[in-house]
């Protein structure tokens, strides 16, 4: 099928930059988060929360804003990328990171910011917005991610394995046949295990089935980083331990039914219209809950954040948001 073609041309990333500072903030556990900014010290400040759970930051994200008008924050969460110690679930949920993002705000003496985040981190921007909507200036959100039974249903038991069959086939390969009958909890069980090498082969298993489905450019545009097993390992171990445990919400849909809490913060919603990962109809019951937020649907994209579609949308949504 072709796809609509734009009317003006797409933006691109802004130049590549390197962070001023950098450094390590302590929790009050075992934790030891990684941060950096970037861009214009004396900028509108905005926070970049990560995929996964279990991703982490990575050059690329400093690029979707102007670094003359933004005082761009980038950390790692818990047990992800340089923060310290690696993989860890100890004191690892969803409200510990929103515990982080608060003493971060503070150790930089920041009063409010824009909160930018895909994926899981567009969980954890509208969770952190709901329980400090005062310190959220606007919301700039890519691939919602409700974290719902249905969403984690299609993905890791049936929906998108009709898709991509020959990913798929290589998601379940590690799992014995009998207990396919729920992927998550079996993956669980080994990815928490003792055994080293089968914790690996789990991860790296759990971890390319997300990079084979997040473009549609299909399988060949995967990054190489998902079949590493140091990345994969704290991908899918932290992966599967917030969705095995339903993102620590206390109760199944959470997030919409609190979402009146931020209906008063600007918002800018990048949705591919072909994401597999977190399909469009998680988008659009927040469209439903949250009429005043801007959704921008790519009519050509999946859920990766660096297709052309996607690549524009957030970087003409930074662009809003440094003008509200």
Same mark, same amino acid.
């Given at each position: 099928m072709a796809f609509p073609v734009p009317e003006t041309?797409?933006?691109?990333?802004?130049?590549?930059?390197?962070?001023?500072?950098t450094g390590f903030m302590p929790t009050d556990g075992v934790h030891e988060i990684y941060y950096e900014e970037c861009g214009n010290p004396q900028g509108l400040p905005v926070v970049v929360l990560h995929?996964?759970?279990g991703g982490a930051v990575n050059p690329g994200?400093?690029?979707y804003f102007d670094p003359s008008k933004f005082r761009i924050v980038l950390f790692d969460q818990r047990g992800c990328g340089k923060s310290r110690p690696n993989a860890s679930l100890e004191d690892n949920t969803t409200w510990t990171l929103i515990e982080d993002i608060e003493r971060l705000r503070e150790l930089l003496g920041i009063e409010k910011w824009v909160v930018f985040g895909g994926s899981w981190g567009s969980t954890l921007?509208?969770?952190?917005a709901i329980t400090h909507p005062e310190r959220a200036a606007a919301l700039v959100l890519r691939g919602i991610f409700l974290l719902t039974k249905p969403e984690l249903h299609w993905f890791y038991q049936d929906g998108a394995s009709n898709l991509f069959p020959d990913a798929w086939?290589?998601?379940?390969?590690?799992?014995?046949?009998?207990?396919?009958?729920?992927?998550?909890?079996?993956?669980?069980?080994?990815?928490?295990?003792?055994?080293?090498?089968?914790?690996?082969?789990?991860?790296? $298993? @759990?971890?390319?089935?997300?990079?084979?489905? /997040?473009?549609?450019? +299909?399988p060949d545009a995967r990054p190489d980083k998902f079949a590493e097993p140091d990345f994969a390992v704290a991908f899918a171990r932290i992966e599967n331990w917030y969705f095995t445990n339903g993102g620590f919400f206390p109760e199944e849909g959470w997030l919409l039914k609190n979402i009146g809490r931020i209906r008063h913060i600007p918002c800018w919603i990048a949705q591919g219209r072909f994401d597999v990962v977190t399909p469009m109809?998680?988008?659009?019951?927040?469209?439903? $809950? @949250?009429?005043?937020?801007?959704?921008?649907? /790519?009519?050509?994209? +999946?859920?990766?954040?660096?297709?052309?579609?996607?690549?524009?949308s957030l970087v003409r949504a930074t662009d809003w948001a440094a003008s509200l």
């Amino acid at each position: 099928m072709a796809f609509p073609v734009p009317e003006t041309p797409r933006r691109d990333l802004f130049p590549e930059i390197e962070p001023y500072a950098t450094g390590f903030m302590p929790t009050d556990g075992v934790h030891e988060i990684y941060y950096e900014e970037c861009g214009n010290p004396q900028g509108l400040p905005v926070v970049v929360l990560h995929g996964g759970p279990g991703g982490a930051v990575n050059p690329g994200m400093r690029r979707y804003f102007d670094p003359s008008k933004f005082r761009i924050v980038l950390f790692d969460q818990r047990g992800c990328g340089k923060s310290r110690p690696n993989a860890s679930l100890e004191d690892n949920t969803t409200w510990t990171l929103i515990e982080d993002i608060e003493r971060l705000r503070e150790l930089l003496g920041i009063e409010k910011w824009v909160v930018f985040g895909g994926s899981w981190g567009s969980t954890l921007s509208m969770a952190y917005a709901i329980t400090h909507p005062e310190r959220a200036a606007a919301l700039v959100l890519r691939g919602i991610f409700l974290l719902t039974k249905p969403e984690l249903h299609w993905f890791y038991q049936d929906g998108a394995s009709n898709l991509f069959p020959d990913a798929w086939e290589r998601f379940v390969a590690p799992i014995p046949e009998n207990e396919r009958h729920d992927l998550m909890g079996a993956y669980y069980k080994r990815l928490i295990g003792d055994d080293q090498a089968e914790r690996e082969r789990c991860a790296v $298993a @759990w971890s390319s089935w997300e990079g084979e489905t /997040v473009s549609v450019e +299909g399988p060949d545009a995967r990054p190489d980083k998902f079949a590493e097993p140091d990345f994969a390992v704290a991908f899918a171990r932290i992966e599967n331990w917030y969705f095995t445990n339903g993102g620590f919400f206390p109760e199944e849909g959470w997030l919409l039914k609190n979402i009146g809490r931020i209906r008063h913060i600007p918002c800018w919603i990048a949705q591919g219209r072909f994401d597999v990962v977190t399909p469009m109809s998680g988008a659009w019951a927040l469209h439903r $809950a @949250w009429p005043e937020a801007k959704l921008d649907v /790519v009519p050509d994209a +999946g859920h990766a954040s660096t297709e052309p579609g996607i690549i524009d949308s957030l970087v003409r949504a930074t662009d809003w948001a440094a003008s509200l």
